[in-house]
């Protein structure tokens, strides 16, 4: 369990950095991405919710 955890964590950690650095340069791009980022993270925290 604990290394799903971290995997998330780091995941969350590295999503949310490549958004600021990408936003600068093109927003289209980006909204997709942290759609899709944000999905996957949402997904990822409810599995740990729920498995307790």
Avoid: F
């Amino acid at each position: 369990m604990a290394r799903e955890k971290q995997g998330g964590k780091s995941a969350a950690k590295r999503s949310s950095r490549r958004g600021v650095v990408r936003a600068g340069k093109v927003t289209a791009a980006t909204n997709g991405s942290k759609k899709k980022n944000n999905a996957k993270a949402a997904a990822r925290g409810k599995a740990k919710t729920n498995g307790g």
